[in-house]
């Protein structure tokens, strides 16, 4: 594939950064810098600078960090639109509580996995991605198990700055309280050893064996 194949076109990087100029200012007001913890916030950053750099290597890694996720949040949110929803993952969005500028911003959930898909495409997959991922995945594991708050957090309070709990699900699956299965720490090793075996590998050998290709 030639270099000049291997470009994203210039009108997907104004309107990936048009897009990101106004979800970045608007997340920031209402949730605070710590939402950017999320692996879908910064899976968003590093595909920003994919597109901009053409950087196989970057959009590779993000796929292998968020497609499996995103695409059960597609899942759920197509079945809740047809009233069988498989998870509870995207109740937010029919929340009428929630702002609709919010919930239309939060859509990217459902574009993002296949925006990183044509990325695969059109660059190629870079084989370190899997490492690159998971470095920095098992970072924010332990920065948001270590510093970030755990469930429940603080009632929300409409127009104020509502700090996330939970990051990642390092402190279980709800939002509203910490898991009580095992022991904190138990948990958050088997997050940390689950998450590239169970999610991030076979990603990797899906979107290797489909566009696959040695980096140069």
């Known amino acids: 594939m030639t270099d000049s194949i291997r470009q994203v076109p210039l009108g997907l990087k104004f309107a990936y950064t048009a897009f990101m100029l106004v979800l970045i200012p608007s997340y920031w007001m209402s949730y605070g810098p710590t939402n950017f913890l999320y692996f879908c916030d910064i899976a968003l950053f590093v595909t920003l600078v994919a597109v901009w750099t053409n950087s196989a290597l970057l959009a590779s890694a993000a796929s292998v960090g968020i497609l499996v996720p995103q695409i059960l949040w597609v899942a759920d949110f197509a079945g809740r639109v047809i009233g069988i929803p498989p998870t509870g993952m995207t109740a937010y969005m029919f929340d009428e509580n929630l702002l609709l500028f919010y919930r239309g911003l939060s859509l990217f959930h ?78 958050i090793a088997l997050l940390m050893i689950g998450l590239p075996l169970i999610v991030f590998l076979p990603t990797h050998f899906i979107l290797d064996r489909w566009r696959g290709r040695l980096a140069s």
């Open 110 to 187: 459902g574009w993002l996995p296949f925006l990183l898909v044509y990325l695969v495409w059109k660059l190629g997959y870079d084989r370190r991605a899997l490492f690159l991922w998971t470095a920095i995945a098992e970072a924010l594991l332990l920065v948001c198990y270590l510093f970030m708050p755990a469930p429940p957090g603080p009632e929300r309070i409409p127009g104020a700055m509502n700090p996330p709990v939970n990051i990642n699900y390092v402190f279980g699956t709800s939002d509203t309280a910490a898991q009580a299965m095992m022991h904190p720490d138990l948990w």
